[in-house]
């Protein structure tokens, strides 16, 4: 890949072709639970933002900067209404209009001109998505990991300090289970899969298996997000949807939706918030691989790839197909997007049904499903 | 000195004129105590790489980046053959071949298309030394400090937060040490000496003759390392070689090696591993001239003169011929490199001499002003 593709497809700001193409989609910014009375900064796609819950419950998302001198409104106080800049208490209604100068003159023709950003918002299990792409804003896909009821739902966020592209390369590339997490899937340790990559209209279905009867089913949501089936050992198996976010070029932002049964016990969601990490510093065990804890494993080696990878200096061979077929799915959305067309795995019409995935292992002879 | 040049003399990465030169020699990378069943990643002249102990006990330097996919050979397993990619479990032997590609078909050509770089090293006095350059290798000189039986040692490194050059100029700058370290040296404080010098073959031989007879003599061994004797106040003499290591442009890890001449053994080694620090960062002292600890001294001068000095700002006096002569040393290696020669002090032959004697020593040790006997190696 020349250095130019590489930028193109990497990079995600506002005006990037990728970041034109990336601001299509709906992304996950945040928890209900932890977006109550204060406004929390988010920042996603390069853009800094602010959310904030009015009293009402109406959720705003607009820039963070003020437009008066820059104060952050992270600092803001929620009224009935919007949210007022700590500064000099200028306020920003969830729509981005200000409602409030109280240092100008009564009347003043600046309040009409002073408008941020505002996107639209929307809530479901338990997590808050955005949309930062033009209008008309396209449906949420119903993947089955945010609709199914009757669930015990675990959600979660962790940074990765590198670019999105790594992150989702890795969830199109089955082979890396045999070696990276060869500690936690010893049945597929070192061993060469036959891996089937089919592109469908959300992204690519992987099935993979290798030769004494160990294999699994999983699949990539395009542009970046993951459905697999987790059977770590040491982790009680579920269900996973692993939503990435490009944060801005050099920092991603991993929601993680774990499924298990409720057994007829209703819906449950658990708020893990959070999990703030350092670029270089990683769980470490002495498990007889890598030493690399679970949880850091892919995390660990996709940062060690750079902060953006350099992919003109890469050897591919033919176990990488599933890397390269994302990858021309990528170059393709971008000439979409640059075409006036949609990307793929926009979703127009609304819908009732949910999106399923058949996501599972098999171990020993026998299909491991939650 | 224009900008042109000081960056011609100062940036060591590949393909730089300095980074070439630089190249010809042999430099400590890591301590061997250090490296052992697992991966240990590391930076010389710009490059990252990684090393890691093969069965055979040897130390392999290998490319840091996997050439798949570009992940980090840190989290690597040493195997008995080699050093295996955590990512889709690549392996490389120790001379840089491909040995495994799990994922691909067993009869892939890409294993033989694949070759990741690969340096020698070699062990000696508890370091590991790497050497980047072309073919043929040339020896490590047998400096005495590495090579002689008879002494115990103590390994120790620190990090400056500056380029090597700063660092390896202090050792042609005789006259630093009555001003910047005037609180560890009392007896020679603000006291102008008279510098001798003496060309070797790897370098300058330094003698300081001060007032009432007080005498310091240090080796410059090029291009960037000091054998002297340390003999501050409090502190009992002690033997040393400081062999200043160029991480990459902008950071140099200096590797000391401390030695107590013995008749007898058992001798000892002892690797205390390496110290980090933050650039520019002390805890000041009292002590009536910069307040700088005696052992952060040298690190925080040269930190303060930028990360790469700006050399086309300075004033140089007469007092500085070292620093002149040792540009030139450096300007006339550079220039042998680029016309395909050898630069200053590379050899490919031992002489039939056990190891090179450095006479270091000095005088004054104590406070005293009472010369007792040199002190030498």
């Given at each position: 890949m020349s250095p130019e593709e590489n930028e193109r497809l990497t990079r995600v700001g506002p005006g990037t072709p990728g970041g034109n193409m990336m601001r299509r989609y709906w992304w996950p910014i945040g928890f209900t639970e932890l977006v109550t009375d204060k406004?929390?900064?988010?920042?996603?796609?390069?853009?800094?933002?602010?959310?904030?819950?009015?009293?009402?419950?109406?959720?705003?998302?607009?820039?963070?900067?003020?437009?008066?001198?820059?104060?952050?409104?992270?600092?803001?106080?929620?009224?009935?209404?919007?949210?007022?800049?700590?500064?000099?208490g200028w306020k920003f209604s969830a729509d981005g209009r200000c409602c409030d100068m109280p240092a100008e003159s009564p009347g003043s023709p600046l309040m009409a001109e002073a408008r941020l950003s505002a996107y639209k918002t929307q809530e479901v299990a338990g997590l808050i998505f955005a949309y930062l792409g033009p209008d008309p804003a396209p449906q949420l896909p119903r993947y089955d990991n945010l609709y199914r009821t009757d669930c015990i739902r675990r959600i979660g966020a962790s940074f990765e300090y590198c670019n999105w592209m790594q992150r989702a390369e890795n969830a199109v590339d089955q082979m890396h289970s045999i070696a990276l997490h060869a500690a936690v899937y010893p049945q597929f340790a070192l061993k060469r899969p036959d891996v089937?990559?089919?592109?469908?209209?959300?992204?690519?279905?992987?099935?993979?298996?290798?030769?004494d009867g160990a294999a699994k089913v999983s699949h990539f949501i395009f542009p970046s997000h993951s459905r697999y089936f987790g059977a770590r050992i040491g982790d009680e198996a579920s269900h996973n949807c692993n939503l990435r976010v490009p944060?801005?070029?050099?920092t991603t932002l991993t929601f993680f939706i774990r499924l298990r049964e409720a057994h007829g016990k209703g819906d449950q969601v658990i708020t893990a918030g959070y999990r703030d990490v350092v670029r270089g510093e990683y769980d470490r065990t002495a498990d007889g691989w890598w030493d690399l804890g679970s949880r850091d494993q892919d995390r660990a080696c996709q940062e060690s790839q750079g902060l953006i990878a350099d992919r003109s200096r890469e050897t591919l061979g033919t176990s990488d197909r599933g890397v390269i077929m994302f990858r021309r799915m990528l170059g393709d959305a971008i000439d979409s997007v640059e075409r006036g067309e949609d990307p793929?795995?926009?979703v127009r019409e609304p819908r009732d049904d949910m999106m399923t995935f058949d996501a599972h292992k098999v171990r020993d002879g026998e299909v491991i499903e939650a | 000195m224009k900008p042109q040049e000081n960056e011609r003399l100062s940036r060591v990465g590949p393909g730089t004129p300095g980074g070439e030169m630089l190249r010809r020699y042999w430099w400590p990378i890591w301590f061997s105590e250090l490296v052992t069943d697992k991966p240990v990643p590391v930076r010389l002249l710009g490059e990252d790489l990684v090393l890691f102990r093969d069965a055979s006990g040897k130390v392999a330097i290998l490319d840091k980046r996997c050439p798949h996919r570009g992940a980090s050979l840190e989290f690597g397993r040493v195997e008995e053959d080699g050093l295996r990619c955590c990512y889709h479990g690549w392996k490389f032997a120790a001379d840089g071949r491909c040995i495994d590609m799990p994922a691909e078909p067993a009869d892939t050509p890409l294993k033989d298309e694949v070759r990741q770089t690969a340096y020698e090293t070699f062990e000696t006095a508890g370091l590991v030394f790497a050497y980047l350059g072309p073919d043929p290798v040339p020896l490590l000189p047998k400096f005495d400090l590495l090579f002689r039986k008879d002494c115990h040692r103590v390994l120790y490194s620190?990090?400056?937060?500056?380029?090597?050059?700063?660092?390896?100029?202090?050792?042609?700058?005789?006259?630093?040490?009555m001003a910047l370290h005037a609180p560890g040296y009392p007896q020679i404080a603000l006291q102008p000496a008279k510098i001798t010098w003496e060309k070797t073959l790897y370098g300058y031989r330094t003698q300081m003759d001060y007032p009432d007879g007080l005498v310091n003599v240090t080796q410059q061994v090029f291009p960037s390392h000091t054998r002297r004797l340390a003999a501050r106040v409090g502190n009992a003499p002690k033997h040393y070689f400081n062999l200043r290591v160029p991480v990459d442009d902008e950071l140099t890890i200096t590797f000391f090696l401390q030695a107590e001449i013995a008749e007898k053994g058992p001798y000892r080694l002892e690797t205390r591993g390496h110290a980090s620090s933050d650039r520019l960062e002390f805890d000041p002292i009292d002590?009536?001239?910069?307040?700088?600890?005696?052992?952060?001294?040298?690190?925080?001068?040269?930190?303060?003169?930028?990360?790469?000095?700006?050399?086309?700002?300075?004033f140089l006096g007469t007092s500085d011929e070292g620093i002149v002569m040792f540009r030139r040393l450096l300007t006339d290696s550079i220039k042998a490199v680029e016309e395909g020669k050898d630069p200053f002090g590379v050899i490919r032959e031992h002489g039939m001499e056990d190891y090179i004697r450095l006479d270091a020593g000095k005088n004054f040790s104590d406070g005293t002003l009472k010369p007792p006997d040199i002190i030498n190696a």
């Open positions: 406004p929390f900064p988010v920042r996603i796609l390069g853009e800094d933002l602010v959310l904030f819950r009015e009293p009402g419950g109406t959720l705003g998302l607009i820039d963070k900067h003020c437009p008066h001198r820059g104060a952050s409104l992270e600092f803001g106080r929620i009224e009935e209404g919007g949210l007022r800049c700590c500064y000099h089937d990559w089919q592109q469908t209209d959300y992204g690519v279905r992987a099935a993979f298996q290798i030769p944060v801005d070029d050099e793929p795995g926009i | 620190k990090e400056e937060h500056c380029n090597w050059l700063q660092r390896a100029e202090n050792g042609y700058d005789p006259h630093h040490l002590d009536g001239w910069w307040g700088i600890p005696s052992h952060e001294q040298d690190r925080i001068a040269q930190e303060s003169q930028g990360v790469i000095a700006d050399r086309s700002r300075e």
